[in-house]
């Protein structure tokens, strides 16, 4: 599976952002997808996973708990796209941000995924 991540840019702190993960190929929904952050001089840290459809749920999610509350991850099958949709955004957040697809239960460690989209930049000035 292919990712490609967008809707990045610069946001005021207290602002949102909504970011797409567009996949391709028909098997996307069997794929667990999670959102990753990477800021400059840190490691890449879990930001948000939503796990693989079934056929009566859009899928469990789960969240960092530096985003709980402010954060929400969801997926739509028919577009291929997962979103994070930001709100309350902080300087903290600042960071390149990537999608990723996993077939592994684990979807907080970002080792356990395979597939991974080009990150896109969000930037919250204070």
């Known amino acids: 599976v292919q990712l490609q991540a967008s809707g990045g840019g610069l946001v005021q702190a207290g602002g949102s952002l909504r970011l797409s993960c567009a996949g391709s190929g028909r098997t996307f929904s069997s794929f667990a997808v999670g959102w990753f952050r990477q800021a400059p001089g840190k490691e890449r840290e879990f930001v948000a996973a939503v796990s693989r459809s079934v056929s009566w749920s859009g899928g469990s999610t789960g969240y960092a708990d530096s985003v709980k509350g402010r954060f929400t991850i969801s997926r739509d099958n028919a577009k291929n796209t997962v979103y994070l949709q930001m709100n309350s955004l902080k300087p903290e957040d600042t960071a390149v941000y990537y999608c990723?697809?996993?077939?592994?239960?684990?979807?907080?460690?970002?080792?356990?995924?395979?597939?991974w989209g080009q990150g896109t930049l969000v930037t919250v000035s204070s």
């Open positions: 990723a697809a996993t077939r592994q239960s684990d979807m907080s460690t970002f080792t356990r995924y395979d597939y």
